[in-house]
């Protein structure tokens, strides 16, 4: 009997390819890997990928190859590309008959149909608004359910392998990296994490999981400071934070990034959710654990700081996506 057809979107990702090593190990689908540069072709092959197929979320001439025979899909897409999302997901209306279960990446606090929406509620500290990359995490959901599909959504806290990649030149060369974030704490996700109980929840199916909302977040808040000591300890350097204002990372990344961060500033996403130990049966992966251990696509979290960054200095990257209407 042929295994069903997983279709792995962003594979090349961090969380995609520790995804697709999961999966292809597990042997209970045939998994089909996604990329969009011809250079990461090889890399999926290498991870166990059975097949490897072109898709990009821009061109819906990439969709009916992606999508033949598909039975379930990990969703995951860059902040920027939310338009390429929506239009996709309105096409995988036509597929619903077919596609079984969708496992969707989110954010925590993209929770309209779970909680409460109201700004004047939902944020701890005066002043501190709902984001709106939050806003859009919520649409990317949304836009799932709405074309019928049985969606379980990984709704992840802030992943560990963003936090310091802007800074990775200082670090490396001048032992330092800097933020607005401070003593604020934050229970930082790791991405292993994340594909773990993706793995798991496609691997036990819609009738466990459909409908579900899940909270991944790491084992215990960490200040920027502690974050520092970590990262030392794991180079075997003394690594140092220096506070940066919120005005000067906005000028930094631009308004709709600055957002976000206010928001992690503002203690919301300092709790620790239990959903990680009942989906997998374990404990989150903390900070120095991440940044010392390989995951099964064989590159521990110091090795992966050193890759590449959609967040540059003096860039908006969500200038374009802050201009979407709901």
Not at 122 to 143: D, F
Not at 239 to 267: C, H, K, P
């Amino acid at each position: 009997m042929t295994n069903p057809i997983v279709l792995v979107t962003s594979a090349t990702g961090r969380i995609g390819k520790e995804l697709v090593a999961r999966l292809s190990a597990s042997k209970k689908f045939t998994v089909r890997a996604c990329y969009f540069s011809e250079s990461k072709v090889e890399m999926l092959r290498e991870l166990g990928a059975d097949q490897v197929v072109k898709f990009d979320l821009n061109d819906n001439s990439t969709w009916p190859t992606a999508l033949e025979g598909v039975s379930a899909i990990y969703s995951a897409s860059l902040d920027p590309m939310l338009q390429g999302h929506l239009n996709f997901c309105e096409a995988l209306s036509d597929y619903k008959d077919q596609i079984k279960h969708v496992v969707r990446v989110s954010c925590m606090g993209a929770d309209t149909n779970t909680a409460s929406y109201d700004a004047s509620k939902h944020a701890s500290r005066t002043g501190a608004s709902i984001p709106l990359m939050l806003q859009h995490y919520w649409w990317g959901e949304k836009a799932l359910i709405d074309a019928g599909l049985a969606v379980t959504v990984l709704r992840n806290n802030f992943f560990m392998n963003h936090l310091l990649k802007t800074d990775c030149d200082n670090i490396a060369e001048h032992g330092w990296f800097t933020n607005p974030l401070g003593n604020a704490r934050n229970s930082f996700v790791c991405t292993q994490d994340i594909a773990q109980a993706a793995a798991v929840i496609l691997e036990q199916g819609p009738a466990l999981h459909s409908n579900k909302f899940y909270d991944i977040t790491g084992p215990e808040p960490q200040t920027m400071a502690e974050i520092a000591a970590d990262l030392g300890r794991a180079m075997d350097k003394e690594i140092e934070y220096r506070a940066q204002s919120m005005e000067d990372f906005e000028n930094d990344f631009g308004s709709t990034r600055a957002e976000f961060f206010e928001y992690l500033s503002n203690g919301f996403y300092c709790r620790c959710s239990p959903d990680f130990y009942n989906i997998t049966g374990k404990k989150p992966t903390s900070y120095f654990e991440y940044l010392t251990t390989k995951g099964a696509c064989g590159d521990s979290g110091l090795d992966e700081l050193w890759q590449g960054n959609l967040w540059k200095k003096g860039e908006d990257a969500m200038a374009k996506a802050a201009e979407l209407k709901s």
